[in-house]
């Protein structure tokens, strides 16, 4: 089965540093890998979906990279904002015949950005 | 354009009791998800529907129904609540199983 692990589980940094925030995964036959941010006592929001053919995506400030053969995705956040503060989970899709639609979620990593 | 969409936003139950998580899309989305979020655990796949007529169990499908009644609405339904069944619970959809899901707001359940 599956597991996703995301650590740590919760980070802080001064606003203006670079975050890098991990995932790890046991099996690397995936379709996708997904990474999400969660505002408390909100849903979750897309950021950021990488194929299993790619190596990296980016969309403004953030950048993820996937390296399948090693089972890890990294998400890094550059100069740091209070806005970033959040939980960011990062869910891989795995690639069986009967896990179609169905992401693990790793635990999600808290990060406070302090002013 | 209101994405997806939850009611109620919180329920408190006494345990046995039933009730009916109610989730709606507008984005003409064929795949919908209902998942649980407890602490320390991230979120936990309960049922999956590919399309409209299919619904299929997920990591936790115990304790759970649902119903995909449409291709906007899928339904959750608790016919007897536990006190184990406190939780968050999401409903997400997707153009395709494939794609990126999109989340609804939650519903928070206390089971006493």
């Known amino acids: 089965k599956q597991e996703v692990t995301q650590i740590p589980a919760a980070l802080s940094v001064p606003e203006g540093e670079n975050l890098v925030l991990n995932c790890s995964f046991t099996?690397?036959?995936?379709?996708?890998l997904q990474w999400f941010r969660q505002d408390p006592g909100k849903g979750l929001t897309s950021l950021l979906l990488i194929q299993s053919s790619q190596r990296e995506q980016t969309s403004g400030r953030l950048n993820a990279s996937l390296d399948k053969s090693s089972g890890r995705s990294t998400l890094y956040i550059a100069a740091s904002q209070p806005g970033d503060s959040a939980t960011y989970l990062c869910a891989v899709l795995p690639m069986t015949t009967d896990s179609w639609g169905k992401f693990q979620f790793g635990a999600g990593t808290q990060v406070v950005v302090t002013p | 354009n209101a994405g997806v969409t939850q009611t109620p936003k919180f329920q408190v139950l006494k345990t046995g009791q039933s009730m009916t998580l109610q989730c709606a899309q507008d984005m003409n989305h064929n795949s919908m998800y209902w998942y649980r979020q407890d602490p320390g655990m991230g979120l936990r796949l309960i049922y999956y529907?590919?399309?409209?007529?299919?619904?299929d169990k997920g990591e936790v499908p115990n304790g759970y129904n649902v119903s995909r009644l449409n291709k906007r609405e899928f339904s959750l339904r608790l016919e007897s609540a536990a006190p184990s069944q406190t939780s968050v619970y999401f409903c997400?959809?997707?153009?395709?199983?494939?794609?990126?899901?999109?989340f609804g707001p939650g519903t928070r359940l206390l089971v006493l």
């Open positions: 997400a959809s997707s153009e395709r199983p494939l794609e990126t899901q999109y």
């Open positions: 529907s590919a399309s409209e007529g299919t619904t």
């Open positions: 099996d690397s036959a995936i379709y996708n």
